[in-house]
């Protein structure tokens, strides 16, 4: 569950003041901005604790915490305790995007995440768009921001409940498995019946499990650094950050671009617009999951059975045409005083582009390095919340520069190059990655044995410590 906890506000409003004076729509978007910078920040935080201690823990602490962050914004009397709270909902928050991904990556069999993981991305999206487009309607008809917090605690608080009763450890111990080489003969039945015995739900709701891993926590902090050297990962990190930044970018836009003339849309309809991205993130969960497992199945067929992670990457390519297009048509129907279904449509198609093309890249990163699953996501999704901090905090002073027009048809250029370079990766990516392994400034990212996954790919990429390599 992902709730968005911001005031949507119109030009012509102002944010009324915690203390009593008041509050632009500017200084207010700082709240947002900072939270978004923290939760990038927090990832990597947090992704070492879940590697090693596991997941399950850091659900419980992650959402409780932020819980309690969420009840603090809504009793602050201050900007300054304001903007304190909501970087706790941030660094808590972090925690929790970065365990959603891992915790499908523990679940599913490789020709299902993509499907799962299409399905987290969306209600993500649709969970963001929702939570501004309601806290649009109940700043409107109370006339108390507060309330967006209260509903907020409510809604995190039967969450973590949920997660406390119902929410088992999904991480896996590989140490206890009794495993063998290539060419041995396999332990019995009984042998491995000890390690892999069903817990009982008192025992399901220990809080930790762990350790899972003997890596120091320093090293896996790191890791995320070297692993961004990567091709793969560096693009999936680029895909992720213009195209999620340059969302922020018309999600912190959208109340001064629609809140003055000629539109001059009140909250109630700015909170009401974002039911457009909800319906374009949710046209996406096809589009970024069944259509990339359905193309990357036939091509497995067609080699013979042997699946590669670039396979998947064909399902990218309408997005290299859809996601400019969107972005020159805000920018131009803002520009232009068009109609106010152009620029609502435009970011109903920019956040369906968004989903899917982001969906794609991080399944093909993850599918590269499945071992470090936890440590690529952070790379990935941590670096986003850096650029997109930027971008949403620049947007503005951006179109003052530019103009609606030509700042987004810039935008528009960046992300084209950006996702056109998937046909590189198409071409080359297998190559690519395996040369890759072989870089000096990479080769301490090499992971520990008992990170290792029963895979023919970490064979194939030689970086894994472990002998037992077995096809999963």
């Known amino acids: 569950m992902t709730v968005s906890f911001r005031p949507v506000k119109s030009k012509s409003d102002s944010t009324r003041a915690l203390s009593g004076t008041t509050y632009n729509i ?3 978007a700082y709240l947002f901005t900072a939270s978004a910078l923290m939760q990038g920040v927090g990832m990597f935080i947090w992704m070492p604790l879940i590697t090693k201690y596991g997941r399950r823990v850091c659900y419980v602490f992650t959402f409780g915490f932020c819980t309690l962050c969420i009840l603090w ?20 928050s972090g925690g929790a995007e970065c365990l959603a991904p891992l915790t499908i990556t523990d679940l599913f069999f490789v020709h299902e995440r993509g499907r799962y993981m299409s399905f987290y991305q969306t209600f993500l999206s649709m969970g963001v768009s929702s939570g501004i487009m309601f806290s649009g309607i109940i700043v409107y008809k109370t006339d108390d921001w507060r309330n967006i917090y209260w509903l907020g605690a409510i809604l995190y608080g039967v969450s973590t409940l949920v997660v406390i009763f119902t929410f088992p450890e999904t991480a896996f111990d590989r140490t206890r498995q009794r495993c063998f080489e290539v060419g041995t003969t396999a332990p019995a039945k009984d042998a491995l019946s000890s390690t892999t015995s069903k817990k009982s739900y008192v025992q399901s709701l220990a809080i930790s499990n762990g350790p899972f ?7 896996i902090f790191l890791r995320p650094f070297g692993a961004i050297l990567l091709p793969a990962v560096a693009w999936a990190t680029m895909v992720f950050s213009v195209t999620v930044g340059f969302l922020v970018a018309i999600t912190s836009n959208f109340g001064v671009a629609l809140g003055d003339a000629p539109y001059n849309f009140n909250t109630l309809q700015l909170g009401l617009c974002f039911i457009s991205a909800g319906i374009g993130a949710l046209l996406a ?16 067929r067609k080699n013979g059975g042997t699946r590669e992670p670039e396979m998947r990457l064909p399902a990218i390519i309408p997005h290299i045409i ?11 129907g803002i520009e232009h005083g068009l109609h106010w279904i152009c620029p609502a449509f435009a970011f109903a198609l920019f956040n369906f582009s968004t989903v899917a093309a982001t969906n794609i890249a991080m399944m093909y990163a993850i599918e590269v390095y499945k071992p470090i699953a936890g440590e690529i996501v952070v790379a990935v999704v941590g670096l986003k919340g850096v650029i997109g901090f930027g971008l949403s905090f620049g947007t503005n002073l951006w179109v003052d520069s530019q103009g609606y027009q030509n700042a987004f048809g810039q935008m528009a ?15 080359w990516g297998k190559s690519i990655r395996l040369a890759s392994f072989q870089w000096r400034a990479v080769q301490w990212t090499k992971w520990h044995a008992d990170r290792d996954y029963p895979s023919a790919g970490a064979e194939n990429h030689k970086i894994a410590l472990s002998d037992v390599k077995i096809d999963e």
């Open 26 to 28: 500017s200084k207010t």
């Open 73 to 92: 914004a809504g009793f602050a009397t201050d900007f300054h305790g304001e903007l304190v709270a909501r970087l706790g909902i941030g660094l808590f």
């Open 213 to 219: 891993t003997n890596e120091s926590l320093l090293t």
């Open 285 to 300: 969960a096809p589009m970024g999951g069944w259509l990339g497992d359905k193309i990357t199945t036939i091509a497995t």
């Open 322 to 332: 859809i996601a400019p297009f969107a972005l020159v048509l805000y920018g131009v």
């Open 413 to 427: 250029a960046i992300a084209g190059v950006f996702l056109a370079a998937v046909l590189i990766f198409m071409r």
